[in-house]
């Protein structure tokens, strides 16, 4: 089997499998760097120690991190379970040890100012449905219309990460931005369409949050998915139970929400530093 009716037949396998197309999107490029390392060596003809060699290399020489070995792993692993389902004595179950980071956060004033230097309406509204939502770059250009539930003051997000879906919150201002925001622009299916229709450009979010972060004057490295941070982060400052905030940004186990008591300022603000007995 050549490697372009390989890539073919491993996708199909994902597709039946109901994987979610941002996985299958990451397996097929992982399953590509291993056809390219193997270069013309068969598949069929792999051995234990190819894979150790293969993995070495991903390692040491293409300096992968822990994320993308771990996507190797599972790519390499579905390759030979689920599509050759052909048996080879390699355990991909490598427990690598996971790099220990805590999140980018902004404070409530940085959001304020960085939300303060859109105009654009359609920009402003994107940024802080992602901030006041607590929501993925992928849930917001995938919210319809109808997602928005302003009865319930609640906002649908269908099929996010891990399939699942779920309800966030919907703020009265932010809802009256929206009303505002929808009816200058009168988007037809999505919540944020493109020019041409369509789900609006991941991109061209990444680049208004390099811009504005600039208007903004804010130093740190960040990201549509800081705003995500902050507002966990935020909600467990004033208070919220952590239990109620994993529901709201949808995570599975509470060892995943429970990062932001590390960056937590309520917690900090209840330590007093030594020096402060001390006459300067």
């Known amino acids: 089997m050549n490697k372009t009716k390989l ?11 109901n994987y979610s197309k941002r996985t299958i999107e990451v397996y097929v490029s992982a399953l590509k760097v291993f056809l390219s390392f193997l270069q013309r060596n068969k598949v069929d ?6 894979l150790e060699a293969f993995f070495k290399y991903s390692a040491i020489e293409l300096n992968y991190g822990y994320s993308m070995m771990k996507q190797l792993l599972a790519s390499v692993n579905f390759l030979f379970e689920e599509v050759l389902i052909k048996p080879i004595d390699f355990d991909f179950k490598i427990k690598m040890k996971k790099p220990s980071t805590i999140p980018i956060v902004l404070s409530v004033e940085e959001v304020q100012r960085f939300l303060n230097t859109f105009t654009n309406l359609k920009h402003k509204s994107i940024f802080t449905l992602c901030y006041s939502a607590g929501l993925r770059l992928s849930e917001i250009l995938g919210l319809r219309i109808s997602d928005i539930d302003s009865d319930r003051m609640q906002i649908r997000v269908e099929q996010s990460k891990g399939k699942k879906d779920r309800y966030t919150i919907l703020a009265p201002n932010v809802l009256q931005l929206l009303r505002t925001y929808v009816s200058e622009f009168q988007p037809k299916v999505y919540l944020f369409e493109g020019q041409n229709g369509g789900k609006y450009s991941s991109s061209s979010v990444q680049k208004l949050m390099r811009k504005h972060r600039k208007k903004a004057n804010i ?15 935020h909600l467990l400052d004033s208070g919220t139970d952590i239990r109620f905030i994993q529901e709201l940004l949808g995570h599975s186990h509470i060892s995943t929400t429970q990062i932001y008591t590390h960056v937590s300022s309520r917690r900090m603000k209840d330590i007093r530093s030594p020096i402060e007995g001390i006459s300067l």
């Open 7 to 17: 890539i073919s037949k491993f996708e199909s396998k994902l597709i039946l499998k």
């Open 45 to 50: 003809e792999v051995t234990p120690e190819t």
């Open 219 to 233: 130093k740190k490295k960040a990201t549509p998915h800081t705003l995500r941070h902050s507002f966990a982060t």
